[in-house]
């Protein structure tokens, strides 16, 4: 199968501080991965395409500077949330594709972000 | 603008009494309307993807089917197991260096009893 992980799965920092997710597809390449922001109780909302070796492309109405993203191999792709603040707290979840199989997209399991 | 609108919100269900989810959408062209199933604070887990009206996907007790302006997920039988968040999203065929993004609904809740 095609397995992605996050981590961490919580983490729970100070306001003013930076938190940094990894999301790591583990059993194939993905040229693009993605990062999602979910509500409790409410969908997922993209956030960024994340594509292996450019910048990233951020939807309307995120913040490029607050929530950096870098994907430097196949496998791997970073979510740095910059001085973080209690609204930031979220569940985060990371996506990829794996390029030539229909297309198909798999998720990581989250991450839990509080920021107190 | 890609819309996903999932209906009904919220499905409460006894063990063994079949149903279907709805999943009414408009997009600039469908590349594929994808099905996932959420359990509480994890990711979303991949069901099904389907690609052009008429398609039709079996997996256990659920068979999910596409036209030109939705998708039902049916399940037959249901099991208290099969709670969860069901979630459907659409690809657009779209370039561009967001290829791939999915546009998500808001999702079904289904509950199931014993």
């Known amino acids: 199968g095609a397995v992605v992980s996050q981590h961490p799965s919580r983490v729970i920092c100070k306001s003013g501080t930076s938190v940094k997710i990894e999301c790591r597809s583990l059993d194939f390449q993905a040229t693009t991965m993605f990062w999602y922001r979910q509500f409790p109780k409410k969908s997922l909302m993209l956030m960024a395409t994340s594509n292996e070796g450019s910048k990233a492309t951020y939807e309307q109405g995120v913040e490029k500077d607050k929530f950096l993203i870098n994907h430097a191999s196949l496998t791997l792709s970073t979510l740095t949330v910059t001085s973080a603040h209690p609204e930031d707290s979220s569940f985060y979840i990371c996506?990829?594709?794996?390029?030539?199989?229909?297309?198909?997209?798999?998720f990581g399991p989250g991450t839990r972000l509080t920021v107190l | 603008e890609d819309q996903v609108t999932q209906s009904p919100e919220a499905l409460r269900l006894q063990e063994g009494e079949s149903s279907s989810l709805n999943c009414s959408y408009t997009?600039?062209?469908?590349?594929?309307l994808f099905w996932y199933r959420q359990d509480p604070g994890k990711g979303p887990e991949f069901l099904f993807t389907?690609?052009?009206a008429g398609e039709e996907k079996e997996k256990e007790r659920l068979k999910a089917t596409l036209t030109k302006k939705e998708s039902f997920l049916h399940i037959t039988a249901p099991k208290p197991e099969d709670s969860a968040t069901y979630l459907c999203a659409v690809q657009a065929d779209t370039g561009g260096t967001s290829y791939g993004k999915l546009t998500f609904g808001q999702g079904t809740i289904l509950t199931v009893h014993p």
């Open positions: 996506s990829a594709r794996r390029a030539g199989v229909n297309n198909e997209q798999f």
């Open positions: 389907l690609y052009s």
């Open positions: 997009v600039s062209g469908l590349r594929g």
